[in-house]
């Protein structure tokens, strides 16, 4: 059964710095991995998603990685700014077709302080 | 895409009432699911739905859920004789055919008391 760990469970940063955010994964054998923002009481918006067979995946100030073999994948802001302020979430997705399907991380608190 | 649409936004029920949690509009040729998120802890898999079928189940989803299109645009999530740890956020999400982006929805907040 995929396990999914996000760590650290929470940070604060001053405006500007850039950070990485953790995600391990137990299963190495995923279809992809995707990344995403939730603000307080909302849903879940897709920020980034890495192919099994990519190593990487950028979006604007954003960047992912992804090593299947260590089960790792990172999220990294560069500059970040009191606007990212957030949960965000690693979510590994298992098979393709109808029996896709996500595993999440518990997710990571940021608070990005003016 | 689209946005996804949840109705209602919060849900407050008595232990043991149904309820019909919704996800609304819907378009074809598409897969769609429904994860919970209980205050505090993880988003968790409940169900896949495709071609008026379930794809997959976990096994959170026991004879207490069923999820059905019972007017073809409207995905629902019935929860029959609700208890108290079934208060949660309820998240519908969407994905096109042919690709493997998830579209959330903003939740339905369900409270049994």
């Known amino acids: 059964k995929q396990e999914v760990t996000q760590i650290p469970a929470a940070l604060s940063v001053p405006e500007g710095e850039n950070l990485v955010l953790n995600c391990s994964f137990t299963?190495?054998?995923?279809?992809?991995l995707q990344w995403f923002r939730q603000d307080p009481g909302k849903g879940l918006t897709s920020l980034l998603l890495i192919q099994s067979s990519q190593r990487e995946q950028t979006s604007g100030r954003l960047n992912a990685s992804l090593d299947k073999s260590s089960g790792r994948s990172t999220l990294y802001i560069a500059a970040s700014q009191p606007g990212d302020s957030a949960t965000y979430l690693c979510?590994?997705?298992?098979?393709?077709?109808?029996?896709?399907?996500?595993?999440f991380g518990k997710g990571t608190l940021l608070t990005v302080n003016p | 895409e689209p946005e996804v649409t949840q109705t209602p936004s919060h849900q407050v029920t008595q232990m043991g009432q149904e309820v019909i949690l919704r996800c609304v509009p819907i378009s074809n040729h598409l897969y769609f699911y429904w994860y919970r998120q209980i205050l505090g802890q993880k988003v968790e898999f409940l169900v896949s739905f495709y071609n008026n079928e379930i794809s997959e189940k976990s096994e959170i989803f026991d004879d207490q859920f069923s999820v059905e299109r019972p007017d073809g645009s409207n995905f629902t999530l019935k929860i029959r004789s609700t208890k108290l740890e079934d208060s949660a956020m309820y998240f519908c999400?969407?994905?096109?055919?042919?690709?493997?982006?998830?579209?959330f929805g903003p939740g339905t907040r369900l409270t049994v008391l």
């Open positions: 299963d190495s054998a995923i279809y992809n």
């Open positions: 999400a969407r994905r096109t055919l042919g690709t493997d982006t998830q579209y």
């Open positions: 979510a590994a997705a298992a098979g393709g077709g109808s029996n896709y399907k996500l595993t």
